[in-house]
C-alpha cells in the first residue's frame, strides 16, 4: 500500500478533495498501469488514513460525499515515503522471468511462437503508452507526469529489443 499511501498523500497536497477527486486525478496519470494503483483500494486508504491522524475527515461536499483533508503528519509522512521511493533500488518483479526461466521446457516452434506473440503485445503496448501520453496533455495531466510514461515506453522498449534480439538466437539453435 506505499505506494498508494503516497499517491493519496500527494494528491492531497494540492487542497481538499473527496474520493472520487483523489480516484479521477489518479486514473488520469495512469497510475493503475506504473504503481498498479487498486483504484478500489483509495477508499479505504483514506479510511485508514484518517484513522491514523495523516488525513483531515472535513465532513460531506458536494453529492454527499466526504472530503478529505491532509494534515502536518500527512505532510510528514508523505515526504518521509517519497525520500525512501527516490533512494530505495528494489528489483523489477516481472512474471516474464519466470517463463524466461524455464524456456528450455518449449519446443523451438512453440517457444518462437511465444516470443513473436510477445513481441507484438509489446510493440502494441509502446503505442498504447504513446497515445496515452497525448490523451494526458490534452486532459490537462501536468507535463511530469508524462515521465512515468516515458520510462514505462522505455521499459517496454527495451523488452522488446531484447526478445527480438533473443528470436534470432533461438531461430539459429543458440537459446535455448
Known sequence: MSSTRVLILGVLLDGPLHGYEV??????????????VAF??????????AEEGL???LGEGTGGRTR???????RAEFMRLLMRHWWEIRPIVDPFQVALTFMDRLSPADLVAAMEG?????RAAIEMTQRAM??????????????T???????LKAQLEWIEDALRRVEKGELP
Open 23 to 36: 480516484r479521477r486525478r489518479l486514473e488520469l496519470w495512469g497510475a493503475d498501469q506504473w504503481a498498479h
Open 40 to 49: 478500489g483500494s483509495i477508499y479505504h486508504g483514506l479510511a485508514k488514513m
Open 55 to 57: 488525513l483531515r475527515r
Open 68 to 74: 478529505y483533508e491532509i494534515t502536518e503528519a500527512g
Open 118 to 122: 510477445r513481441a507484438a503485445q509489446l
Open 134 to 147: 497525448a490523451a494526458k496533455r490534452a486532459h490537462g495531466a501536468p507535463r511530469h507526469i508524462d515521465e
Open 149 to 155: 510514461l516515458r520510462l514505462n515506453a522505455a521499459q
